[in-house]
Structures are given as structure tokens and as C-alpha cells.
């Protein structure tokens, strides 16, 4: 008992000797910026001693620092009301009234500052106490501890004690392909997934060789690697709207594109728009019977739909319930914003990082690079939200969940999609990401180091992304003025912009508060002849909306015969999709190529350069009740893997071509193969069914199995 004792005063006296030097540090903080800003005084105006002053500095910066801990998480509290992105704008201005307020009720009667002063010493002073205490606690694991858990979402006093099996971190770097993952450990821009693959951690005690099997094993001398690399392929609709339904939820049916058209319901719908999300969702629930991935004791971290978790935070498909007290979607911002010093970095690396993209921008423009699309207007703030601020909340999020013991969690970080979409997948910009990435990525590994249970960490991507210059920016058009043109309908003299589909945008829309429908999604066109030309990156969707069934080719033609003929043979078009009436479906392509879809093995014609899966994809898709009257796919040239966007986009993705279809998948060698030797990973709901797989292996929840998964688990 007096060793408990002893353990328990010197822990208090090691707390206590942190705070006041936390305090000292402070203090000084405040009498250099008191000597060096004209508009922040710590004496009256007659002029006072040194210890008077030392003693202001002392009575400030105490009170700073309590109002900093009692009253800045009630303020962010009370402040949820206020959409998320703003209150990360706040951040300065909250704590500079804080600041104002320690000044007026110091003891010693002395300090004052200006308004816009008070800010910069109090974003100076968090920072500092910030660093000071991290820098005094680095050594002490159960201070690291502690500060961690105040990140969580959500204390778990109520629920039962945390199970010792293994839990399941799964953490989705968006839009990052399986060859820019292997270039970026190569050039040693991911240290610490480098180090996963090469053998540089610590292999688990009893643990045998890893079996043969198609995964990529990059061994580095005689150490054995902790992590196996398994590339998969997706759907023809490359993207994360339909990659992150199949993984979460196990289906992705009559899921065509990024946005399409609904004839049956008049409406537009987007993968990336909350009530598209939410009804995504329940059609996938619907379809397999489940709730999904994550039912029983799972959180979900920035993803577009839930996974069925029970704690969710900045989850796109619950975003719509804005006046429901079930919507936890920004739960995760006060989390976060509840740390003043946490808040104030992130704040000072958003305007950083606004900073960087207008420089690194008008350099690009200035050097006169090819490929370029515009990167003005609200898209520095739209990068910085997704590299600053997402991954902050997301990654505080997943500690919390981590230190809470949650058996399974699936988050996506979104930084690397938003910037390799306006820079380039292989862009230095887009590099700089993927460094911050893989230093979350080390984070979550310290963090389970210290989590009451541990965990087996998968890192994976819903796809890749491809190359190219933009389809207007080539030609000076865009598909939908191609498309008036073989219809006979005016085409204006200059092509007007698409809309980007990049995830972040949502998520930015979202948290103001804004109407998340882009011009043209809830389409009423005014003369019903007209068709709807939607873009997914490299896929074109091209529907007649007065028509209440999916057109045949022979329907096409009838009506306008010059249509198809233009679209097929335009250099920029790689092939079409259609219905046919006598082959039920075919593809066609340039000189006249239509192939039935049921002889695209034996002669693929237009899909030949398309690479292996291109026709089980196509036919897929042709399955699906809302697929459009016309599928459009962009040409691809595999010598550079380059494609054409429709968007404006230089990394694009949501079609057939390239690295856009091959994501990645990288998981610890304590679960089991993704796939047999031979085997191709095929498929989001591929992916999903090996979760559900390694959650059984680990005791987890047993949710559901599907017949595929009873098979995998009995053989």
C-alpha cells in the first residue's frame, strides 16, 4: 500500500511540477511580448518596477491558462451551433477574447491590449504552452496518455470493460494508387510505411513465416517485414462514392458513376451530397441485409457513409439531419476545438497552408506548367480544409476511439485526392501530402502503443488516380457541347467549366451549412428533348430524360442518328456503352467497332487497351437499373496512363483507364492473406467481405456473414 502511495504522490508531484513550469514558461512568454508589441502593456501608464510587472505577467498568464481549461470547452460547446468551419475560423478571435478577459481579471490590476493584439499573444502563448508541456511530457507515458484521451469523442464509463483481443484500425488514404504508394516508400517520402515493408519494426513473438501469396513484400536485408502490400482493382466507377459503400457496407449495386441520373425519380444523384449519401446507404442496407462493416462497437471517421457504427464524426450521410438530435457528424470538431492549444495549431497551419497553395499556384502558372487547371477562388481554403484541418479532427477522432478501446474503426483522410486533383497524382505538391500522411500514420501507431487493448492497423485506398489533361482544355469543348453537336441542338462558342467532383468539397459544404446541390444536380431542363450530360472524371453519363426507360441504340439512332457516330469516332473517347435490342448490350467504338457485351471476352475490341477486368466491369455496370441511356469512357493511352478528364481535373478518377482502378491495401502479416495465391482482389465488396473476415479472426463483432464469407471461413 505505501508503494501505491508513493507511486500515486510522486505522479501528483510530477503533475504539479509540469503546471508551474508550464506557467513559468508562460509568464516569460508574456513580458517578451509585452516588451516587443507596442499595443500589449503590462504596467500602468506612470510606468511600474520590474517585480510589478513580473508579477502581472505571472496573475495573466495564470488566469490565461485556467479560462484556457475551464471555460474554452464550454465556449466550443455552446458554440456547435455554429457550422464547423467556421468555428475552426474563430479559433484566433475565441481565444484572443480569452485573453482580453485573463487581462481584466488579474489580480494585480495591470494589462491591457488591443483587440487584434490580443489575438497574436494569445495564439503565441497556446503554442507555446502547447510545446512546453508536450516537450516536458515526452518522457512520461502515462501524461501522453492522458492528454490523448481528452481527444475522445465520448467517454465509455457505461460501457463494460475493454475486450483483450485485438481491435481493427482501418485507415483510408483517399485517392492514393497502389504505384504512388510504392514510388512514395521508394523515394523514402513514407518513412513509416517504408519501414512496415521493409522489416524496420518489431515482427510479434512466435509469429511464423508469412505464406506464399500475390501480395508485395519489399524485404530489406534479413529483417522481416511487419505489413503485406496487396493491390485490388475496382469497379468501372472508380471512385469513392462507390468504393467506400462496397468496403463499409458490402454492395456496390446500381452505384454507375460519381453522379447520375434517375429517370424513375427525376433527380440527380451524387455520391458526395448528403441526402445521395444517406439514400446510397439505405439501398445498400437494404440490398445485403446488414447494417454494415462497423455495427457492433465501430466508429466512423470522415467517410461518406457510416459503416452502421454507432459513433460517427464528420460522416457525410447523417450530415443531412441538420436539426436531429441523432446528427453527430460534426461531433468530431468539438472534440478537437476543445484543445485551445490544438485549435490554435491547426488554425496557424490552415492559414499556412492557404499560403503555400496560393504561392505554389501562381508559380505553376508562372512557369507556364501542362497540365493546368485554375486553383483560384475558394480552392486554397478548400485544400487547407482537407489537408489541415480533416485530418486533424479525423486523426484526433481515431485516438479518442483508439484510447476508448472501440474494436473496429474505419476513417479516410481526403488530403492527397483534393490535391492531386488540381496538382497532379505525381505532383511535388501532391508528395508534400503524402509526407504529412504517413507522420498521422506514425502518430496512430504511437497511440496504439498505448491503447487499453492493441490493434491490428490497415492502411488501404478506395482507388488511384490517373493522369491526363482536361477533355475541354485539349479539344475546346466540353462533352456536353459534343454531345449538342451530334444531336443537332446550338453549341455554345466557348466551353464552359465542369464542376470538380473532389470529396473535400462536401465536406466543406457541409460544414457551412450550405446547399451541397451543384448547379444542374436537381436538373429540370426546359425543353424535355434535351439531354443531361453528367461527368465522373473520365466516365461521361448521357441520359434523355423524357424518356422513362434506359434507350436502346436502335432508340438513339432513330432519334438522332448522328450521335452516336460522333461520340464513338471523337479521338477523345475511348468507347460507349448502350442497350441494344438485339445483343442486350454492346460497346462500341471507333471505325464502326460494336461488340456484344457477351463477345467482349474473346474479341474486346475498344476495351483491349483497357487492360484485364474491363469487361467484367463494363458488364457489371450494364446490369444496373440507373444506368444511363449512354456510358461514356474517355480514351486512355497505357504508354504514359494517360486519360482525358471530363471534369476540371489533372488527376482524375471515376472511369476505366490507368492507375485510377488500382488502389492498395496494406495490412500487418497477424491477419491472413487478403487473397490466395493466384487470386486477384477484385471489387470493393471483395474488400469488405476480407474485413468481415479478419474481424472474425480477431474475436471482434460477429456481424452478419454473407455465403461467400461462411465458404472462405469453413474452407
Known sequence: MR????????????????????????????LVLAAILPDFQLQSADGDSATRIAVAAACGAGAFGILSAVVWPL????????????????????????????????????????????????????????????????????????????????????????????????????????????????????PTVGRWLSGGGTQPAGERTPPADNTARPVVGRARS????????????????????????????????????E????????????????????????????????????????????????????????????????????????????????????????????????????????????PRVGRGGLYPFIRAFATVVERDVVVAAVMGDMLAGRTAVYADLVAYDEVAHHSGPRSRDAEKVLQRLDRSLALLERVAEHAPRPYRIVVLSDHGQSPGETFRARYGLTLGDLVRAGCGLPVPRRARRTRSGAEARAAVRAALRRPVEEKGEHHRPARHSEPIVLASGNLGLISFPDVPHRMTKEEIDARHPALLTTLANHPGIGFLLVRSEQHDGVVLGAYGAEIPLARLDDEPGPLARFGPGAAAAVRRTHSFPHTADIMVNSAYDPADGEVLAFEEQIGSHGGLGGAQSHPFLLSPYELSAPAEDGEELTGAEH????????????????????????????A
Open 3 to 30: 508503494g501505491v502511495g508513493g507511486v500515486r504522490w510522486r505522479r501528483i508531484a510530477s503533475q504539479v511540477g509540469r503546471s508551474v513550469a508550464v506557467w513559468a514558461v508562460s509568464t516569460v512568454t508574456m
Open 263 to 370: 429517370k424513375d425519380r427525376g433527380e440527380v444523384m451524387v455520391c458526395n451530397r448528403p441526402t445521395s449519401a444517406a439514400e446510397l446507404q439505405r439501398r445498400a442496407i437494404r440490398h445485403t441485409g446488414d447494417g454494415g462493416l462497423l455495427t457492433v462497437d465501430g466508429a466512423s471517421r470522415g467517410n461518406l457513409f457510416s459503416g452502421g457504427a454507432d459513433e460517427q464524426a464528420l460522416v457525410l450521410s447523417i450530415a443531412a439531419r441538420r436539426r436531429s438530435p441523432a446528427n453527430r457528424s460534426r461531433a468530431g470538431y468539438f472534440a478537437y476545438f476543445s484543445d485551445p492549444a490544438g485549435a490554435v495549431r491547426t488554425a496557424l497551419s490552415f492559414v499556412a497552408e492557404v499560403a503555400r497553395e496560393i504561392g505554389q499556384s501562381t508559380r505553376a502558372r508562372l512557369r507556364g506548367q501542362r
Open 226 to 261: 511487419t505489413h503485406r502490400l496487396t493491390p485490388w482493382r475496382t469497379d468501372w466507377s472508380s471512385q469513392t462514392g462507390a468504393s467506400q459503400l462496397g468496403i463499409l457496407h458490402g454492395s456496390t449495386f446500381d452505384v454507375p458513376a460519381f453522379r447520375w441520373y
Open 75 to 190: 465556449l466550443v460547446r455552446l458554440l456547435l451551433l455554429v457550422p464547423a468551419f467556421v468555428l475552426g475560423l474563430l479559433v484566433f478571435f475565441l481565444n484572443g477574447s480569452l485573453l482580453l478577459l485573463a487581462l481584466r481579471i488579474n489580480p494585480s490590476g495591470r494589462g491591457e491590449a488591443a483587440p487584434e493584439t490580443a489575438v497574436i499573444v494569445a495564439a503565441v502563448m497556446s503554442a507555446v504552452a502547447s510545446a512546453t508541456g508536450a516537450a516536458l511530457a515526452v518522457r512520461d507515458d502515462e501524461t501522453y496518455r492522458r492528454r490523448l484521451h481528452r481527444l475522445a469523442t465520448r467517454s465509455r464509463r457505461a460501457h463494460p470493460p475493454c475486450p483483450t483481443a485485438p481491435g481493427l484500425l482501418c485507415v483510408q488514404l483517399d485517392g492514393v494508387g497502389h504505384d504512388v504508394l510504392v514510388d512514395a516508400v521508394r523515394k523514402g517520402l513514407m
Open 687 to 714: 474488400v469488405h467481405r476480407v474485413l468481415r473476415r479478419w474481424l472474425s479472426e480477431l474475436d471482434g463483432p460477429q456481424v452478419p456473414l454473407t455465403p461467400d464469407v461462411e465458404e472462405e471461413r469453413a
